[in-house]
């Protein structure tokens, strides 16, 4: 995947786009982000869940890991993109299917996109997949 900008639907902004194994210096950054987003009262600790990015920077970078995500962000297209980004990568590597988990009150939001719920409360999450 090649780094490309995006603009946003309100117009206000742009977002480089890429797959984590172009940006490795960006894992900590990312591990940070998400491990106190959804990760911190789950008994993994920061490490481990750091430990978790290297594959993701190996090889052809499965799983793919594409990340944008601020608080001030929100509401600007940016996670339909990163979505559509993440299924034509998932189609040109060959595989069918794209597959991700939400939060049940996110869930509509990736129902609403062509996301099928296929399974519930998965420690918390919802999972969902989709043809790529």
Not at 6 to 23: D, I, P
Not at 48 to 71: F, K, S, T
Not at 75 to 86: E, H, P, S, V, W
Not at 97 to 120: H, M, V
Request: with cysteine; hydrophobic share 40%; aromatic share 8%.
């Amino acid at each position: 995947m090649t780094v490309r900008s995006l603009r946003s639907r309100s117009g206000g902004c742009s977002v480089e786009l890429c797959n984590l194994t172009a940006l490795p210096t960006c894992a900590d950054i990312i591990a940070v982000r998400a491990w106190n987003a959804w990760w911190t009262e789950s008994g993994v600790s920061l490490a481990e869940y750091r430990a978790h990015l290297d594959p993701m920077m190996e090889g052809e970078g499965i799983p793919l890991a594409l990340v944008a995500h601020e608080q001030g962000m929100r509401r600007r297209g940016i996670a339909a993109k990163l979505m559509d980004a993440a299924r034509k990568e998932a189609s040109a590597r060959g595989h069918a299917f794209c597959y991700l988990c939400a939060t049940p009150d996110n869930s509509p939001y990736y129902l609403a996109r062509g996301f099928k719920q296929i399974e519930s409360e998965v420690s918390g999450l919802n999972l969902f997949s989709t043809s790529c």
